[in-house]
């Protein structure tokens, strides 16, 4: 109803999980060029539905996430609580009418209530009341609660907390292909519940070193791959799919992969190929894959020119993050997961979660990775979309830190190399007059908050890099980079060799 707080609360929390936004009221103004007042007094309650109707039906067919502020009377028509109902979940903000009417004044929002806001108010709360518990899967009652409030309890039943063993719940929204992924202590064992339907063979592809066991709850055999970055290759593809073809496995069967980014990397590929596809799912056992390597469908394995340059989408049926299982890793380990965590900082406008519980920082970085990978899942280049909904812009500080890492003798983990990258990636904004010296300061300060490098080696050659990064998967004319800027990081060609050179001799303690 108006007056409840929907465009306040829609706008938090659509920041908060780094969404769009869309207020239908002042859609239906911009196209217009009108106010709501002056629309429904000039022409009349059955022209301004008919907008209203319009205006939802382009919300809801947005590609990418967003939090649509529907407007009130949009439930009257049943063609359009049946499109609600189809978008996804529906929150009712339920206020007193007394609540309503104190905060509407008189005049601005329809000329109905120039008679009596109170009793209008009461009596449209009556006749749609009905209409609006029937569409909801959420009630909050905003009498006396804060806009944050009102955001954190959305986000408790709708998008973070499951009502059963506290774990943690994000959905990847890919229509008919969208997965849950849930986090929290104790993930793993929801294995059995994720299982795709008629799946009668699990074949669970891990490492020696992993030590973290699965029960699929159906006939299942482990096939173990090597160990290291090195078992990530097209040797290692092979030698899976061989291994399903001797247990058995078909089309209507499925592959867990129970690790690292490395096993998810592999195995995904694997499973993408085998049979021309077989369902996978992912049972993430470190830090770096929970937040980052086991979510959005990219597969891939190394060659000796560089890493992930063969692979596949494929979205798995679910992730399981078990943050239970992150207490076995090691230090180093844990601290590579640690670079890709700090890179979500910087790609909202309100990601800064330095002080949340474990279980929390992982579902807000799910969350964020969701949201690019629903607004553009193949990171397609030729996609009419804003640069920074891109989802390249998920490979902030990769650039750089693919660099590190395929010379191979720098001595860093994957998220040491991207730490490294974001503050690279920084500098080199600021050289290019896209952010100022205040921006940099703030990449150094959460890479330094999570105990991360910020310099590249004192050994670096900026010949080398500049070779290996000039490899880069998403170079599309000249250097290709990330880039923060006044609107947050987006993807940016043509970068002049001589400003990344300038940057790596500058970063070089």
């Known amino acids: 109803m108006m007056g ?74 049943p063609l359009n609580r049946a499109r609600i109902r189809q978008a996804g979940p529906v929150v009712w903000l339920r206020a007193d009418p007394t609540t309503l009417a104190r905060r509407v004044r008189k005049g601005d929002h329809r000329p109905l209530l120039d008679s009596g806001p109170a009793e209008v108010l009461a009596r449209l709360a009556a006749e749609r009341g009905d209409l609006y518990a029937d569409l909801a899967d959420v009630v909050v009652d905003v009498d006396g609660l804060s806009a944050d409030e009102v955001v954190a309890r959305i986000e408790e039943a709708v998008g973070h907390t499951t009502a059963d063993g506290g774990l943690a719940s994000v959905r990847v929204e890919l229509g008919e292909r969208s997965y849950p992924v849930l986090i929290g202590p104790g993930a793993r064992h929801r294995l059995l519940e994720v299982l795709p339907v008629g799946a009668r063979r699990a074949a669970v592809v891990t490492q020696a070193g992993v030590g973290v066991t699965v029960d699929a709850g159906i006939e299942q055999r482990t096939v173990v791959m090597g160990e290291g970055e090195e078992a990530k290759c097209l040797e290692t593809v092979e030698e899976l799919c061989r291994g399903f073809t001797r247990f058995g496995l078909t089309r209507a069967d499925v592959v867990v992969a129970v690790g690292g980014g490395v096993v998810t990397d592999t195995a995904g590929l694997a499973a993408a190929l085998y049979h021309r596809g077989v369902a996978v799912i992912h049972v993430a056992t470190t830090l770096l894959a929970q937040v980052d390597a086991a979510i959005g469908g990219k597969t891939g394995v190394n060659l000796p020119e560089g890493k992930n340059l063969v692979g596949a989408f494929w979205q798995p049926a679910a992730v399981l993050c078990d943050t239970e299982v992150l207490q076995t890793l090691s230090p180093e380990e844990y601290r590579s ?83 490294i990258g974001l503050v690279f990636a920084a500098r080199l904004a600021r050289r290019l007059g896209r952010i100022d010296d205040d921006r940099v300061a703030e990449h150094v300060s959460v890479v330094e908050s999570y105990g991360l490098p910020t310099s590249v080696p004192p050994s670096a050659d900026p010949e080398e890099l500049l070779r290996l990064m000039a490899r880069d998967k998403k170079a599309l004319e000249g250097f290709t980079f990330v880039l923060d800027g006044p609107g947050g990081p987006e993807v940016v060609t043509g970068v002049d060799r001589r400003d990344i050179e300038a940057v790596i001799v500058e970063g070089a303690p």
């Open 4 to 77: 409840a707080g929907k465009t306040t609360v829609g706008r938090a929390l659509a920041a908060r999980r780094g969404w769009s936004f869309v207020d239908s009221d002042a859609q239906i103004e911009a196209r217009t060029g009108r106010t709501v007042a002056q629309i429904w007094a000039e022409e009349g309650e059955p022209a301004f539905r008919q907008l209203e109707s319009e205006v939802l039906v382009e919300a809801l067919a947005a590609e990418e996430p967003s939090v649509v502020a529907a407007a009130g009377g949009v439930v009257l028509d």
């Open 337 to 419: 997961g640690l670079g890709e965590m700090a890179k979500y900082h910087f790609l909202t406008d309100s990601a800064d979660f330095v002080d949340l519980p474990l279980a929390e920082k992982v579902a807000r970085c799910v969350a964020i990775k969701a949201a690019f990978v629903a607004a553009d899942e193949r990171e397609d280049p030729s996609a009419e979309r804003p640069a920074k909904r891109s989802r390249a812009v998920l490979n902030y500080g990769h650039t750089l830190a693919h660099a590190l890492e395929t010379a191979g003798h720098y001595d860093l983990r994957h998220g040491e190399a991207v730490a």
